[in-house]
Every structure is written in structure tokens, then in C-alpha cells.
């Protein structure tokens, strides 16, 4: 069974930019998760989709970030403008079941870096 | 809300010996507690987690970690390192909500491994 799957891996771009992270979920997983770690700081919850709908997006940090999961399988995470502070690591993580007890698994990450 | 503390961020022990990585959780209710591993370049990896039951959890990897209600503590302890262990570990409580988990994760612990 493939894991969780995020595309690219690793990403440069200049401040002003746009970019678009992906996200491919384990396969019959409802649940997809956005999260990042800054340099230097904690990895922290961005939102939480189940299927289609965003279920919380409390931790986007601002309208430059735009996160979409049409039908419910993979998702995207665009960033526009970037900003420097917006490098970091982007992880995708996603579950199966609802409610308690599930356990989540996360992608290797996509590592983003703004000059 | 949750909260985790990891108050070492760095440890150094040699191959060979014991190992254990202090976490302590901030939550209102019963916390579903997980450990997390991020070797250099790679993704997070699940080592354990704890729901129910066995306070004592075993996880992959020959890693341990014991749940502590009275002290609000989930270690994690592993009784002889192996070089290969050397990575970032993350603590993380999840908080039941909207069908799934989110997880606050603690600021990690660098591990170094000399030879």
C-alpha cells in the first residue's frame, strides 16, 4: 500500500511567487492534513479536510494560503504570494477513520525555500 | 487547549546505551499520545502511539514509552541505541474534533548518537 505522497519535494522560489504543493493521501483515507514547521520552530497544524470539506483550517496562518481537495482525493496547498518567512517544511499526513482511535500518517514533506 | 513540552532539545548519548526522551502534555481529557521520528531528509515516521488501555506502549524500532497520568508524561525509552536512531523526535497529543485528530506537537528533541 503506497503511503502518503506530496509533490515536490523540494521547491526554491523567489518572494512574489506562487507555488502549489500536492498531496495524494493514502488511498480510502477521508481524512487529510496540512501541517508545517517554520525553521527552528514546532511542526504546526495548518487545516484538516474530510473528504472534500474543510473541516478546520484554524492554523492557515493568512489569505495567501489556499488549500483545495476537489473530490476528495489529493489536495493542494498554494502559496501566493510567498513570502520569506513562508519557507519551511509543508507535511501532508492523512487517516482513515473518523472519530477516535485513528492513527495518522504523514508524508516525507515538501520542503519549500522563498530567496 | 493542548499543549506538549519537550525540554530537551538536544541530547547526545553513545551507541549502545540506554535513551530516553522526557514529554509532557497539556490536555483537558483522556490525550491520544503519539511519538514521531524525522531522520535527516526524510518524512515524520509513526514509533508509537497510546489511545487506550496498557499504559505501556511498545513501538517500532525497539523503541518504548510509558504513559504517566499522575505526571502528565509520555517518555519515550529505548534500553541500547543503535547509530541509526540518531534523528529529530516529536511528541504530539491529538485532540478529538470534526471527525479526526489534530495534533499539537511538542518543539522536538535533536538526538545525536556517538560512536
Known amino acids: 500500500e503506497a503511503g502518503v505522497t506530496q509533490f515536490p519535494s523540494h521547491s526554491v522560489i523567489e518572494k512574489g511567487q506562487t507555488v502549489t504543493l500536492r498531496c495524494d493521501p493514502i488511498s480510502g483515507h477521508d481524512n487529510l492534513y496540512w501541517y508545517r514547521r517554520v525553521m527552528g520552530k514546532e511542526i504546526k497544524f495548518l487545516l484538516h479536510f474530510v473528504k472534500e470539506s474543510k473541516q478546520d483550517e484554524s492554523g492557515m496562518p493568512n489569505n495567501r494560503f489556499l488549500a483545495e481537495r476537489t473530490g476528495g482525493t489529493y489536495s493542494t496547498l498554494k502559496v501566493q504570494p510567498a513570502e520569506l518567512e513562508d519557507s519551511g517544511v509543508y507535511f501532508c499526513a492523512s487517516s482513515h477513520r473518523t472519530g477516535s482511535g485513528n492513527t495518522i500518517y504523514f508524508g516525507e514533506g515538501s520542503w519549500l525555500t522563498v530567496v | 487547549a493542548q499543549s506538549v513540552t519537550q525540554p530537551d532539545i538536544h541530547i547526545t548519548v553513545s551507541e549502545g546505551a540506554s535513551l530516553e526522551l522526557r514529554c509532557n502534555y497539556s490536555?483537558?481529557?483522556?490525550?491520544?499520545l503519539f511519538w514521531y521520528v524525522q531522520s535527516p531528509g526524510q518524512g515524520l515516521q509513526l514509533l508509537l502511539k497510546?489511545?487506550?488501555?496498557?499504559?505501556l506502549v511498545q513501538g517500532i524500532k525497539g523503541f518504548e514509552a510509558e504513559f504517566k497520568r499522575s505526571q502528565s508524561s509520555f517518555n519515550l525509552r529505548k534500553p541500547s541505541v543503535h547509530w541509526s536512531d540518531a534523528a529529530e523526535y516529536f511528541c504530539a497529543v491529538g485532540a478529538k474534533g470534526g471527525g479526526g485528530n489534530k495534533l499539537t506537537f511538542g518543539t522536538g528533541t535533536q538526538l545525536k548518537v556517538e560512536l
Open positions: 490536555y483537558g481529557a483522556t490525550p491520544y
Open positions: 497510546y489511545f487506550s488501555g496498557d499504559t
